[in-house]
């Protein structure tokens, strides 16, 4: 018999006869890598453990606890879905079906109707059965004629055999009854599959193209281990309920419609008011700092992002520039920052009056990609919390600490901890997207590293990432589903400057050139809305609450009076409060205000008439107190003046 050569990772060459298998070769090494192993890799290319080899290479035993052995298991898991899907409906019809580190899904189309939540449990027991029963999973291998008759009915799965074919080859999996298309490297057979979970459905498009019909995916996933699969569905959860676009929608905060123009945010009154407290805090914060605020156009002339470089750097976030019929081209902008500098030329400046710190709460337009948008985090049009500071160069360190010291306190007011630093570099092969100006991105650079070290401060140094003007250093943080966003950021600048020719009065009564720090504290309103929403789960602390008290007569009739009378005076003092005058069960009115999440519930009867007091629920807890009236208005004060402090 022909023997196969096989190199193993550690250099050693062993041989085999024809035919032996991945499993053949892990048993011969040890017991307990074969009892591990799920599939081989050879020369890089995934093959079932049982698959009878007929050429030698480079061999990789791919064990359970690996990335490529979790695959192999929901790919099996998926095989096994399709399988239990045929036996559930009959005529049904499969697109992609994909595994990968996040779980695997299969697209299906009924046609008349589709696959919906309520049946997956149903399909989890097809599913559960064939573990039970260890069903066998055998390859065939089917000529390509034999496998169109064999998907006979089925037009994605005769593209996809298409696709798939080698050598006019395509590998199909028995299952019971099933003969199905093999997308992928499988167990043998059904034993391992235990721990799965089939987690939800969505439409998707066949091929990912909206010009194609919509099918119906059937999301899930797979462990090895019971523990993993519990800790996966929990955290799936957990981010499910922190999601800012089901929380919005559940609060009445805010709406993006596709339809009336996607990744445009409409805030509903709720969401609004959230969003009104947060930007009077931060600018009245700014003001007592020595920000000056300004107002000024979201439309500029072309030209001045030309004189910037935004228009070679930065044009594929921008909108299309308006002809505006007469010469004129006006461009909705896509920073503040070419705004503020024409603020800052507007009169000749003197060393004296450096730095001068302009801020904003400036609207801004980017064209993000459709695929990129997403509630309020990813959106076309977005109000930053905006600052920019002229200064010297030997004001920079100085003013880089006075900004990191007003990020902490304001991050101490919001309560927001998670987070880690993020030096973001030019990328220097990247003439396109960076000012090629090498000298000046060293400067730049190692100075705001400088700055970094000398305040001790732990960061991590990506390249790629700088504004295309110069070098930041980021805030990060994490969303509900994990992506890293940017909360704040700081950003050095020595081109801008030279770009619009800014310069001030020096005490030597010569012209001198100005360095610019862009920095923004709490990004944009929206993108802060949608961390905030999601790091509150919705029940905003008092002070950023949309309603902060509801109250809530026992009877409209005989209590109705006392209540409005006690939420007149609360309006008065500038508490967000509202009398519920609806004629439904008091413990109906009271979930309600729960579900509102609204921090104070007050209840009034006839022992609160008679005594001016009230009976506290706060939100979250199930007993609730007796106060007199003005030692409620003394709490609830106290709370909003402590922000998020607890
Ligand atoms: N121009 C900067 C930006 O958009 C701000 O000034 C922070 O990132």
């Given at each position: 018999m022909?023997?196969?050569?096989?190199?193993f990772?550690d250099?050693?060459v062993?041989?085999?006869?024809?035919g032996?298998?991945?499993?053949?070769?892990?048993?011969?090494?040890?017991?307990?890598?074969a009892?591990?192993?799920?599939?081989?890799?050879?020369?890089?290319?995934?093959?079932?453990i049982?698959?009878?080899?007929?050429?030698?290479g480079?061999?990789?035993?791919?064990?359970?606890?690996s990335d490529?052995?979790?695959?192999?298991?929901?790919?099996?898991?998926?095989?096994?879905?399709?399988?239990?899907?045929?036996?559930q409906f009959?005529?049904?019809?499969?697109?992609?079906?994909t595994?990968?580190?996040d779980g695997f899904f299969?697209?299906?189309d009924?046609r008349?109707?589709?696959?919906?939540a309520?049946?997956l449990?149903?399909?989890?027991e097809r599913?559960?059965k064939?573990?039970?029963?260890?069903?066998?999973?055998?390859?065939?291998?089917?000529?390509?004629?034999d496998?169109?008759?064999?998907?006979?009915?089925?037009?994605y799965?005769a593209?996809?055999?298409?696709?798939l074919a080698?050598?006019d080859?395509?590998?199909?999996?028995q299952?019971?009854d099933?003969?199905?298309?093999?997308?992928?490297?499988?167990?043998?057979?059904a034993?391992?599959?235990?721990?799965?979970?089939?987690?939800?459905?969505a439409?998707?498009?066949?091929?990912?193209?909206?010009?194609n019909?919509?099918?119906?995916r059937?999301?899930?996933?797979a462990?090895?281990?019971?523990a993993d699969?519990?800790?996966d569905?929990?955290?799936r959860?957990?981010?499910?309920?922190?999601?800012?676009?089901?929380?919005g929608?559940?609060?009445?905060?805010f709406f993006?419609?596709p339809?009336?123009?996607a990744?445009?945010?409409y805030?509903?009154p709720?969401?609004?008011?959230v969003?009104r407290?947060v930007?009077?805090?931060i600018v009245?914060?700014?003001?007592a700092?020595?920000?000056?605020h300004?107002?000024?156009p979201?439309?500029m002339?072309?030209?001045a992002y030309?004189t910037?470089?935004?228009?070679?750097h930065?044009r594929?976030d921008?909108?299309?520039?308006?002809?505006?019929?007469?010469?004129e081209e006006?461009?909705?902008?896509?920073?503040?920052?070419?705004?503020h500098i024409q603020?800052?030329?507007?009169?000749?400046r003197s060393?004296?009056e450096?730095p001068?710190?302009i801020?904003?709460?400036?609207?801004?337009?980017?064209?993000e990609?459709?695929?990129?948008?997403?509630?309020?985090?990813r959106?076309?049009e977005m109000t930053?919390?905006d600052?920019h500071?002229?200064?010297a160069?030997?004001?920079i360190?100085d003013?880089f600490?006075?900004?990191?010291?007003l990020m902490?306190?304001?991050?101490?007011?919001?309560?927001?901890?998670?987070y880690?630093?993020?030096?973001?570099?030019?990328?220097p092969k990247?003439?396109?997207k960076y000012?090629?100006?090498?000298?000046?991105?060293?400067?730049s650079q190692?100075?705001?590293?400088?700055?970094?070290?000398?305040?001790?401060?732990?960061?991590?140094?990506?390249?790629?990432e700088?504004a295309?003007?110069?070098?930041?250093?980021?805030?990060?943080?994490?969303t509900?589903?994990?992506n890293?966003?940017?909360?704040s950021?700081?950003?050095?600048?020595f081109m801008?400057p030279?770009?619009f020719?800014l310069?001030?009065v020096g005490?030597d009564g010569?012209?001198?050139?100005?360095v610019?720090?862009?920095?923004?504290l709490?990004?944009?309103m929206e993108?802060?809305?949608a961390y905030l929403?999601?790091?509150?789960?919705?029940?905003?602390?008092?002070w950023?609450?949309?309603?902060?008290?509801?109250?809530?007569p026992v009877s409209?009739?005989?209590?109705?009076?006392?209540?409005?009378?006690?939420?007149?005076?609360?309006?008065k003092?500038?508490i967000?409060?509202?009398?519920?005058?609806r004629?439904?069960?008091?413990g109906?009115?009271?979930?309600?205000a729960?579900?509102?999440?609204?921090p104070?519930?007050l209840?009034?009867?006839?022992?609160?008439?008679?005594?001016n007091s009230v009976?506290?629920?706060?939100?979250?807890?199930k007993?609730?107190k007796?106060e007199s009236?003005?030692?409620?208005?003394?709490?609830?004060?106290?709370?909003?003046?402590?922000?998020?402090?607890?």
């Amino acid at each position: 018999m022909a023997k196969l050569s096989f190199e193993f990772p550690d250099g050693n060459v062993k041989d085999f006869d024809e035919g032996v298998t991945t499993e053949d070769i892990a048993k011969s090494i040890s017991i307990s890598l074969a009892k591990k192993a799920v599939a081989g890799k050879i020369d890089d290319k995934m093959v079932d453990i049982d698959l009878p080899l007929n050429s030698g290479g480079k061999i990789e035993i791919v064990t359970k606890d690996s990335d490529d052995g979790l695959k192999v298991l929901r790919q099996t898991a998926s095989q096994l879905l399709k399988a239990a899907l045929a036996d559930q409906f009959t005529n049904i019809q499969f697109g992609e079906s994909t595994s990968d580190e996040d779980g695997f899904f299969v697209d299906t189309d009924k046609r008349e109707t589709q696959v919906s939540a309520d049946e997956l449990p149903q399909l989890e027991e097809r599913m559960h059965k064939m573990v039970k029963n260890n069903v066998q999973i055998e390859r065939k291998v089917l000529s390509k004629e034999d496998a169109l008759k064999q998907v006979d009915g089925d037009p994605y799965q005769a593209k996809l055999v298409n696709k798939l074919a080698m050598n006019d080859q395509v590998v199909f999996y028995q299952i019971g009854d099933y003969l199905g298309l093999g997308e992928g490297v499988v167990l043998p057979s059904a034993k391992q599959v235990k721990e799965f979970k089939l987690l939800s459905v969505a439409g998707a498009y066949w091929e990912g193209k909206s010009s194609n019909p919509m099918l119906q995916r059937i999301f899930a996933t797979a462990f090895y281990k019971k523990a993993d699969l519990e800790a996966d569905v929990k955290q799936r959860q957990e981010a499910k309920e922190r999601d800012h676009r089901v929380i919005g929608n559940k609060l009445d905060l805010f709406f993006v419609d596709p339809k009336v123009g996607a990744g445009l945010a409409y805030w509903m009154p709720n969401g609004a008011t959230v969003r009104r407290v947060v930007e009077r805090y931060i600018v009245d914060k700014e003001l007592a700092n020595g920000y000056e605020h300004v107002i000024t156009p979201v439309l500029m002339n072309l030209n001045a992002y030309k004189t910037s470089g935004h228009w070679a750097h930065y044009r594929d976030d921008m909108f299309p520039p308006m002809d505006m019929g007469d010469g004129e081209e006006l461009e909705l902008r896509p920073m503040n920052c070419p705004s503020h500098i024409q603020i800052y030329k507007h009169h000749i400046r003197s060393y004296r009056e450096l730095p001068i710190r302009i801020a904003e709460l400036g609207m801004m337009h980017r064209y993000e990609k459709s695929g990129a948008l997403s509630g309020l985090q990813r959106v076309r049009e977005m109000t930053l919390n905006d600052g920019h500071t002229f200064l010297a160069i030997d004001q920079i360190q100085d003013e880089f600490k006075k900004i990191l010291h007003l990020m902490t306190e304001v991050y101490k007011d919001f309560d927001i901890s998670n987070y880690h630093f993020r030096l973001s570099y030019r990328d220097p092969k990247n003439t396109e997207k960076y000012f090629d100006d090498d000298e000046m991105w060293n400067k730049s650079q190692s100075m705001l590293k400088g700055a970094m070290d000398d305040l001790g401060l732990e960061y991590v140094e990506a390249e790629g990432e700088a504004a295309f003007y110069g070098p930041k250093l980021d805030v990060q943080t994490y969303t509900a589903m994990g992506n890293e966003e940017t909360l704040s950021t700081i950003q050095l600048d020595f081109m801008l400057p030279e770009r619009f020719d800014l310069h001030y009065v020096g005490e030597d009564g010569k012209e001198h050139r100005p360095v610019m720090m862009h920095r923004g504290l709490v990004s944009t309103m929206e993108r802060f809305i949608a961390y905030l929403i999601e790091v509150y789960k919705g029940a905003f602390p008092t002070w950023l609450a949309p309603h902060q008290v509801k109250i809530i007569p026992v009877s409209m009739n005989k209590h109705g009076d006392y209540a409005k009378q006690i939420n007149e005076k609360l309006v008065k003092m500038g508490i967000r409060s509202s009398v519920d005058d609806r004629n439904e069960k008091m413990g109906y009115l009271i979930r309600d205000a729960q579900t509102n999440k609204i921090p104070y519930t007050l209840v009034v009867g006839d022992n609160e008439m008679n005594s001016n007091s009230v009976s506290v629920r706060k939100y979250s807890e199930k007993d609730s107190k007796d106060e007199s009236f003005d030692e409620f208005t003394k709490e609830i004060q106290n709370d909003i003046d402590n922000y998020s402090r607890g």
